[in-house]
């Protein structure tokens, strides 16, 4: 670790050169120009791949203007080429979207080729400065009695990483076919996805792990600890991750699905390892909800087998108006709402003789779930409107108070005395 931080130290003696110094504030000031020039209006109607050669350009051409003078202006060039391969990728993802979705472009260029190519620029920079194959046999420690160096933790992470990020196309290419192959549903094809994926990713943990150097016994005590840890600290994460694993297998929870959540229709975007990620349409909001509550707690779906939903309106009509009519009206109105569906047929239904009002039931289909507030919205509107046009009364609860003259309760003695108008 000592003689990694000596090199280290050495590469500041190599940036605090005149030279070195003086392309790094002509970098700085020639990046500032270009951002405070770029929001000019002409240079707004340059073409966008022009537009992202131009300053990294500027800096491979003042590099060769240095070289042509005899100076010494290698910086220039690398961070211009560097620069340029960055804005490559920019122009690489408008290509790749045209042939995948943009979330899945955006993932790719996230998390695996972006972050791969300033690895990449990262260690041609510090080959510059030092040798490569000197710094990779650096001992930074020992781990279980085995020597890692600097080299195979570099590698170790790397891979690591790539096996993370990079084993999800093949895995789920591989899960497709054999879906095509053996007919299982589109939940069991994700589930398979997953566990493809994982065991890969576990073949080749296993295999840097030997790499490193560590031996059989070291990983049988890592497996002893990470067992402990289930035990008491993650396991409501390991019993989340079989919760996914087992939804996906199930298909009762899938992407797409509709679940009522505190009575409010929510649909599933994302079916995770720990977590399902719904989105709920009233207030744009997306909860995460533990696997393991699917197990413990209720949870209505409307799209188990079907997106249809029924739908209910309580109204109430006054007594005078006869009920044959409501109810045709009531069914008429709704056929007339563009989003209820003509078959199944609404149905309307007296069910109650209430207080102030015969009330009725309206109950109709609808193809979408998530609308069904918006849908209810249009047929209350709807059944306004068609009782006004036929005069058909809508009555609210009345009270009326009546008060009547009581007789005296007062007892013959207790009560006032009369004058007396009789005289003799």
């Keep these: 670790m000592n003689q990694l931080f000596w090199e280290i130290i050495g590469w500041l003696g190599y940036l605090q050169r005149a030279s070195i110094m003086f392309q790094l504030l002509l970098i700085i000031a020639l990046v500032m120009a270009w951002r405070i020039l770029r929001q000019h209006p002409r240079l707004e109607m340059i073409p966008k791949p022009l537009g992202l050669l131009i300053a990294p350009g500027g800096l491979v051409l003042l590099n060769a203007l240095a070289k042509s003078l005899g100076w010494d202006a290698g910086l220039l060039g690398y961070l211009g080429l560097s620069w340029l391969g960055w804005n490559f990728l920019s122009l690489l993802d408008s290509l790749l979207q045209q042939l995948m979705p ?36 650096i001992e930074l420690g020992q781990v279980f009695g085995v020597s890692v160096t600097l080299g195979k933790l570099f590698t170790s992470l790397v891979v690591s990483y790539l096996l993370l990020v990079g084993t999800g196309p093949p895995a789920a290419g591989v ?53 402990v ?11 989340n991750f079989i919760s996914g694993i087992w939804l996906l297998f199930e298909g009762s929870v899938r992407p797409g699905e509709v679940l009522m959540v505190d009575n409010d229709p929510c649909e599933v975007r994302k079916l995770g390892l720990r977590a399902t990620l719904l989105w709920r349409d009233r207030d744009n909001a997306e909860l995460l909800i533990p696997n393991q509550m699917f197990f ?14 029924r739908s209910e309106i309580r109204i109430g009509a006054a ?3 006869d009920p044959r009519q409501v109810l045709q009206l009531l069914e008429e109105t709704a056929l007339n709402v563009p989003r209820v ?45 068609a ?22 309760l007062m007892s013959g003695r207790d009560a006032p005395e009369k004058p007396d108008k009789t005289r003799r």
């Design 319 to 321: 007594y005078r108006h």
């Design 102 to 137: 943009a979330p899945r472009v955006h993932e790719l260029q996230s998390r695996l080729v972006r972050p791969l190519y300033l690895i990449t620029v990262v260690l041609m920079f510090i080959n510059r400065l030092d040798n490569i194959n000197d710094l990779s046999v």
């Design 296 to 309: 413990t707690a209720q949870a209505t779906s409307y799209t188990a087998t079907d997106r249809l939903r």
């Design 175 to 227: 899960s497709w076919l054999l879906q095509k192959l053996l007919g299982y549903s589109e939940g069991s094809r994700k589930a398979v996805e997953l566990i493809i994926r994982y065991v890969v990713v576990g073949i080749g943990v296993t295999a840097v792990s030997f790499h490193i150097g560590l031996n059989g016994t070291a990983l049988v005590a890592i497996a002893g600890g990470l067992s």
């Design 341 to 385: 569906l003509k078959t199944p047929a609404p149905r309307a239904l007296q069910v109650k003789y209430g207080d102030s009002a015969i009330e009725y039931s309206l109950r109709y289909w609808i193809a979408d779930p998530m609308s069904n507030i918006g849908i209810v919205s249009e047929v209350n509107q709807a059944i306004w409107t």
């Design 229 to 239: 840890g289930l035990g008491f600290g993650i396991k409501e994460v390991f019993s």
């Design 387 to 408: 009782f006004k046009r036929e005069g058909i009364e809508i009555p609210f609860p009345q009270q009326v108070n009546t008060i009547r003259d009581q007789p005296s």
